[in-house]
């Protein structure tokens, strides 16, 4: 697996907080969808979920994330964030993140978050957020050893001065 090192845009992004199982996730990231579309705003971006939880210390139906999509704007006033029901919305700021694309089933997920710590530790960055997933798209008759899944983990580096 390739990790790199990339910057992350300002962006605004709309979403819904879950405490329940990530088994639920493709009808959570149709519901977004169909919160972003009953309120008109546009997405500009693929499906992700962010998570701050250990998976293997949560129980299946006791994950702790967000499902949301990043959208073009919202108007709140002048303030960074909000709500419209149950759609969160919210502005992220420009940061750096370590990125790598997982493929394939989601059996495997942990041992790719695994090596990706392990990288940022061996490589003097600190971790500082959520690991968010970014869901790549794919046709129903893609076969689930093809499917992508980008894994960004957002970081500061820690290590000598660089050019």
Known sequence: MEIKEKRIPDQKVAYVPHTDSFSKLPEFIEEVGELIAE????????????YDNDL?????NHQIFEVGMPIKSFDMGGKPAGRLGKLGLKEVTSHTVLSAIHK???KNFNDSIREMVN???ENQYDIVGPITEIYLPATPETPVEETKTEIQLPVIYMGPKRD
């Open 39 to 50: 309120n008109n705003l546009e997405a500009v971006g693929y499906p992700y979920g962010s």
């Open 56 to 60: 293997e210390e949560y129980a299946e």
């Open 104 to 106: 394939g089933s989601h």
């Open 119 to 121: 990288f940022a530790v």
